[in-house]
Nanobody, 127 residues
Framework: QVQLVESGGGLVQAGGSLRLSCAAS????????MGWFRQAPGKEREFVAA????????YYADSVKGRFTVSRDYAKNTAYLQMNSLKPEDTAVYYC????????????????????WGQGTQVTVSS
């Protein structure tokens, strides 16, 4: 079992920045990828970004490409999501999730391919 804890959410003005953290607890993370998803009020949860754990290659939704950066720290068993140039439409609850598949042809962008999820952290961007 993998337990994930997000932190770093908060209230920020449009154009500002936040860095979210996702720490794995209970065991050393050895999964295939760590993903970030978000869910705005009244909308379905959507893919934001992901990082392949062993290689470090990254993947982004078109809506955040060029503004968000996903990274990881092996020693801390922690993934990060650096969010710059934030917009009001970025307002959502952000979740990290772990894909523990042994092998995939590509990093998954589908919610049901991620087995473990954090509790979520609120990000609010004011206009």
């Amino acid at each position: 079992q993998v337990q994930l804890v997000e932190s770093g959410g908060g209230l920020v003005q449009a154009g500002g920045s936040l860095r979210l953290s996702c720490a794995a607890s209970g065991r050393t993370f050895s999964g295939y990828a760590m993903g970030w998803f978000r869910q705005a009020p009244g909308k379905e949860r959507e893919f934001v970004a992901a990082i392949r754990w062993s290689v470090g290659s990254t993947y982004y939704a078109d809506s955040v490409k060029g503004r968000f950066t996903v990274s990881r720290d092996y020693a801390k068993n922690t993934a990060y999501l650096q969010m710059n140039s934030l917009k009001p439409e970025d307002t959502a609850v952000y979740y990290c999730a772990a894909d523990i598949a042994t092998i995939r042809p590509v990093v998954s962008r589908q919610l049901n391919e991620y087995e473990y999820w954090g509790q979520g952290t609120q990000v609010t961007v004011s206009s």
